[in-house]
């Protein structure tokens, strides 16, 4: 029985490893379709960034409440994984609670610190379930957002539902388990008189008083398998899910834009050709590629701005698939506030999508597979486009540094340079500029006139 | 307060040249300064306080060319960079170090987005500039129109908050007054657009429930505010528009900080 147990352990851990691989290897591969761009600079800066954003979640404490009861499910994530361990130990080599009679006292700490962290993890799951569905808190609902769809929601309660049930599984089968060595049943025996009971489960002991031996037994072994099963299974899960959030989020915090939020990109491609047109002479673009001086045209000239995910930056892309759909962005975004169809969060769920679309493709027709959809236009749409006042809320509101207004600018840059299509009225500043020195249709020359009025009262 | 008439000048960077001089500090009065009739009155309020401290200021005049911001918010990077790297030139060649300016928008390209092109200067905010001053004592607000009583609420634009962290600057300039400051609930990093920003001002809004401007100014309006404080030539025409929607223009006036200075200063 026990041999038999360790083999379905062995296979459901291989399998899940094996799978969890293949996803990553596409995950990364949709990643790096986006355009080069460095993001290993400033190490320091972007290590303290990580600490203090993603480690210390710096930017979830905005809201004190909210803050501390997200920070219970993450340090729960992290620390009742260490948990993980010994199962996947026990289970491979068909030990029972391996480590206790070797670390006894850390042990009995730890699993006492685990069951409190499961304990607040569960809490705040339902907290937060009621807080989407009966509190209805206004940025998860459909009603005001569109992107909000049947498959966000339901993902959204999926997550918290599974929590729930992998930390009940954890607490009764100490509860569970802690009985048996009461009742000295078989192996359970062994750890009599080293492992007392537990700071929470002792308290579900009496649920279990009326099982049977076997019963107890049996209950103890499935609580033990869908622990880890569930485990398994939504690590899987996780990668399909906005929840990818709680692996990427991390290395995207890592590698966010380390400059002023107010700074956009430069294009050097367009600066080679302003030098030209200006008679200045040609200089190497800022990012350290070689440029020549001989007017000889460069191996290849992109595009300009973004059409499609391959136009966007690797780290565009990243970001889409680290975004948790929190909704923070568009609540604090001042054209969605004031009922514009542009919603940064649907820009995010937009460009992941685009890339689901496109792993689609490649499962079916290989990976030089090309449709013709792109996400300019098939996702994002110009309406939402040119709602953007490029105030920079979205960026400053998401908790781990995604840049929502990066792709707006990129998006934007590719209808104006490419296809000519800025509102009417956009044309006509642009042509002011170039032609008058200013947004506005004033001859240049009157643009010292106010110093006459200086010394009027 | 001297009753003999002040003459304020305005000395070009040409002019300076001409002699042989360099200015302290180049006056970047952007296009909204140069040709806006309202924020024409913004720019003479800078230029006097620069005058009454003395300070050895100069101005491009009609050398000056628009940065580039609008064009390149709304998707236009060719244009952008024609008109920053023929402002570089300018600025290079009159050997500019160091540039005040009345527009975040300005501000912001001129300081993060020009160094990239060849343009390095120390660039601040009028602002800043303005704190710096009272700091060191050399604008005390006296002489002038009294604002006690007054209710002063700061609007913070996206390009001198979020964009550049400036938060302080302004609202310790408006601690200069002797006036009551009342924050909106909306400030700082969490502080709401006035609608203009990313070549919106150059359009018309797209279809929605409410202009961005009328949002923000009901916001500032419930604070009891009699005075909108601005430092941006675009929050100016919104919240002054937005005031105007809410029929509120006989009661609230919209100022930019350094007005504000110059009134308490009686210059």
Redesign the interface.
């Known amino acids: 029985m026990e041999i038999i147990q360790q083999i379905l352990f062995l296979v459901a851990l291989a399998a899940t490893v094996w799978y969890i691989t293949k996803r990553v290897r596409l995950i990364t591969r949709a990643i790096r379709l986006g355009r080069a761009e460095n993001r290993f600079d400033h190490p320091d800066e972007r290590l303290k960034t990580m600490l203090l954003v993603a480690f210390g979640q710096k930017k979830m404490f905005?809201n004190l409440l909210v803050g501390i009861m997200h920070f219970v499910i993450y340090a729960g994530f992290l620390i009742v994984n260490i948990e993980v361990l010994e199962i996947i130990l026990d289970g491979v080599l068909g030990t029972h609670r391996l480590f206790a009679p070797y670390i006894t006292p850390i042990y009995l700490i730890l699993i006492d610190v685990f069951e409190l962290l499961a304990f607040g993890v569960l809490a705040v799951c339902v907290i937060f379930l009621c807080r989407r569905f009966i509190a209805k808190v206004p940025r998860f609902q459909e009603e005001r957002h569109r992107e909000m769809t049947r498959w966000p929601r339901t993902d959204a309660a999926i997550i918290l539902t599974a929590e729930i049930i992998l930390m009940i599984a954890f607490l009764t089968w100490n509860a569970s388990d802690s009985v048996l060595r009461d009742r000295g049943v078989g192996h359970y025996a062994e750890l009599q008189g080293i492992v007392p009971d537990f700071l929470i489960s002792q308290f579900f002991k009496p649920l279990f008083s009326g099982f049977s031996d076997t019963g107890l037994v049996a209950y103890e072994r499935t609580a033990w398998w869908l622990h880890i099963l569930g485990i398994l299974s939504f690590a899987v899960y996780v990668t399909y899910s906005k929840h990818l959030h709680i692996a990427l989020g991390f290395p995207n915090v890592y590698f966010s834009d380390l400059?002023?939020?107010?700074?956009?990109q430069?294009?050097p491609e367009?600066?080679k050709?302003?030098?030209l047109?200006?008679g200045?002479p040609v200089?190497t673009d800022?990012d350290g590629s070689q440029t020549n001086d001989n007017g000889e045209q460069p191996a290849e000239v992109g595009r300009?701005?973004a059409k499609d995910v391959q136009d966007l930056k690797w780290i565009n892309l990243m970001n889409a698939y680290s975004c948790t759909e929190c909704g923070r962005c568009t609540s604090?975004c001042?054209?969605n506030?004031?009922?514009?169809?542009?919603s940064p969060r649907k820009i995010m769920m937009d460009t992941r999508d685009r890339l689901e679309e496109i792993q689609q493709g490649w499962k079916t027709n290989g990976y030089d597979y090309k449709d013709d959809k792109s996400l300019l236009n098939d996702y994002i749409t110009a309406?939402e486009l040119?709602?953007?006042?490029?105030?920079?809320?979205c960026?400053?509101a998401c908790p781990i540094n995604i840049n929502p207004l990066d792709i707006i600018?990129q998006l934007?840059?590719?209808?104006?340079?490419e296809e000519s299509q800025?509102?009417a009225?956009?044309n006509?500043?642009?042509s002011n500029?170039?032609n008058n020195?200013?947004?506005?249709k004033?001859s240049?020359?009157?643009?010292?006139?106010?110093?006459d009025?200086?010394?009027e009262k | 307060m001297s009753t003999t008439e002040?003459?304020?000048k305005?000395p070009?960077m040409a002019d300076m040249a001409a002699s042989g001089e360099e200015p302290e500090i180049l006056f970047w009065?952007g296009?909204a300064?140069?040709?806006d009739d309202r924020y024409?009155r913004v720019?003479?309020a800078f230029?006097?306080i620069l005058n009454h401290v003395g300070i050895k200021f100069a101005?491009l005049?009609?050398e000056?060319?628009?940065t580039?911001d609008?064009?390149?918010?709304?998707?236009?990077?060719?244009?952008f960079?024609?008109?920053a790297?023929?402002n570089i030139?300018v600025l290079n060649g009159y050997n500019v170090k160091k540039i005040v300016t009345a527009c975040p928008h300005c501000f912001?390209t001129l300081k993060?987005?020009y160094p990239?092109?060849?343009g390095n200067y120390e660039v601040i905010h009028h602002s800043q500039f303005l704190q710096g001053l009272i700091n060191e004592g050399r604008v005390r607000v006296k002489d002038g129109q009294s604002f006690k009583g007054r209710r002063i609420t700061f609007h913070d634009s996206?390009?001198l908050g979020?964009?550049?962290?400036v938060y302080e600057a302004p609202r310790d300039v408006l601690a200069a007054l002797d006036a009551d400051l009342v924050e909106m609930k909306r400030v700082r990093?969490?502080?709401?657009?006035c609608?203009?920003?990313?070549?919106?001002y150059?359009?018309?809004?797209?279809?929605?429930?409410?202009?961005?401007n009328?949002?923000?100014v009901e916001e500032a309006l419930s604070t009891g505010a009699d005075t909108i404080a601005v430092a941006c030539p675009f929050c100016m025409t919104m919240m002054s528009d937005g005031v105007k929607n809410k029929n509120r223009e006989d009661s609230v006036r919209v100022f930019d900080i350094s007005e504000l200075i110059a009134q308490g200063q009686g210059l």
């Open positions: 905005t400059q002023p939020k107010g700074e956009m430069n294009m367009i600066t050709e302003v030098q047109a200006l200045l200089t800022a300009f701005g604090a001042p054209a506030i004031t009922g514009k169809k542009l309406e040119n709602a953007c006042t490029t105030c920079q809320a960026v400053n600018l934007r840059r590719y209808r104006v340079m800025a509102p009225s956009w006509a500043m642009f500029i170039e020195m200013a947004p506005w004033f240049p020359s009157d643009r010292f006139n106010w110093a009025q200086v010394n | 002040k003459t304020y305005v070009t009065v296009c300064g140069s040709f024409k720019t003479i230029v006097r101005v005049g009609p000056e060319a628009c580039g609008p064009a390149r918010r709304a998707g236009n990077e060719f244009l960079q024609m008109q790297m023929s030139q912001n993060n987005e990239e092109l060849g996206c390009y979020r964009a550049n962290k990093a969490n502080g709401l657009c609608g203009a920003g990313g070549g919106q150059f359009k018309e809004p797209e279809p929605g429930k409410k202009d961005v009328v949002e923000r």
